[in-house]
């Protein structure tokens, strides 16, 4: 079989640009950019996406990828790809940091370990959360659903088209609020809970001064802790349910998906 040069730069254009695409967002997408995952691995399965999405998408510009508009092209697609993965990473970051600020009030700060998403020491409370949370991602087929978007991106923002609005950067940032507000209300139960608690050590504290309170409620703050953590688990779940369809509405939105 012969090939002149224009079907094979033709062939090659149908599956490079795709691949760029996919390949960003697996790479900024939590769970698989994660340090553990190794690149190869990352690599065979943005390659295996792009096999089976590319024969299905609008047709794609032959364009060469050392000329300048090869390499703007390149860059649209790495922008569309990680801002799509990137959103997730804010969802995992609410519940680390609701961790973090549960276990500043149980009095386990101090306990780390390494975060291997992160790549980072973080307390032991947030890696339990962490944890949780790609369990759920797992189990609701966010995974799948995200591989459904990243497809159905292509119809929806063709290759070489136009690419993201500045208005979509700045959407992007204003959202970046959930990390915060989420945590504040992962965090807000078990908070609350530890409030009474060391008012009343406070109050304890008071009518028998000669009550060592730090040594008792120190054991006293760690356990009720648990407990609150173990009754307001539904409420976790709920939380992370509702900032996971959030961000697949923004994620959604970035390439103007309905």
Do not use: C
Not at 95 to 121: C, E, K, R
Not at 209 to 225: C, E, H
């Amino acid at each position: 079989m012969l090939f002149t040069g224009e079907e094979l730069s033709t062939m090659v254009a149908a599956y490079f640009w795709p691949f760029v695409r996919i390949a960003a967002m697996i790479s900024a997408m939590p769970v698989f950019s994660s340090n553990f995952i190794p690149v190869r691995v990352r690599l065979i399965l943005a390659i295996a996406l792009t096999v089976v999405i590319a024969p299905v998408i609008p047709s794609v510009p032959v364009i060469d990828a050392l000329s300048l508009n090869g390499v703007l092209l390149i860059l649209q697609q790495l922008l569309i790809g990680v801002s799509m993965g990137f959103i997730f990473h804010i969802v995992f970051a609410a519940f680390t940091i609701g961790g973090q600020i549960i276990a500043m009030q149980m009095g386990l700060g101090f306990s780390t370990m390494v975060d291997p998403v992160n790549g980072s020491h973080t307390p032991v409370l947030s890696m339990f959360y962490i944890l949780l949370v790609t369990l759920l991602f797992f189990i609701l087929n966010g995974h799948l659903v995200m591989i459904a978007v990243i497809a159905q991106s292509f119809n929806a923002m063709p290759i070489g088209v136009s690419g993201m609005a500045a208005t979509t950067f700045w959407d992007i940032v204003i959202w970046g609020k959930i990390m915060f507000a989420g945590a504040i209300l992962i965090s807000l139960p078990a908070v609350t809970a530890l409030l009474f608690v060391n008012m009343s050590l406070g109050l304890i504290g008071r009518a028998a001064p000669q009550l060592n309170i730090f040594a008792v409620g120190f054991s006293i703050t760690i356990t009720a802790g648990f407990f609150v953590l173990m009754m307001s688990m539904p409420v976790v779940v709920t939380q992370f349910e509702n900032i996971t369809l959030d961000a697949f509405k923004m994620v959604k939105s970035i390439p103007g998906i309905r």
